[in-house]
């Protein structure tokens, strides 16, 4: 997701369903607090630092 991939080139690239995709990411969403792709990718990113 990180990467810009769609649900169904993350289901394709992990050999599972887009609908368990969209199961997880939906998770992920609640226990972050947040509600949308560009969210979590801000989150991940606003953490990183380069070594």
């Not at 993350?10 to 226990?31: E, N, Q």
Request: proline share 4%.
């Amino acid at each position: 997701m990180a990467r810009g991939l769609s649900t169904a080139e993350i289901a394709t690239d992990l050999f599972i369903s887009p609908h368990t995709v969209r199961g997880h990411l939906k998770a992920v969403f609640g226990k972050a607090g947040i509600s949308s792709r560009g969210e979590l990718v801000a989150r991940l990113f606003s953490s990183w630092r380069p070594r």
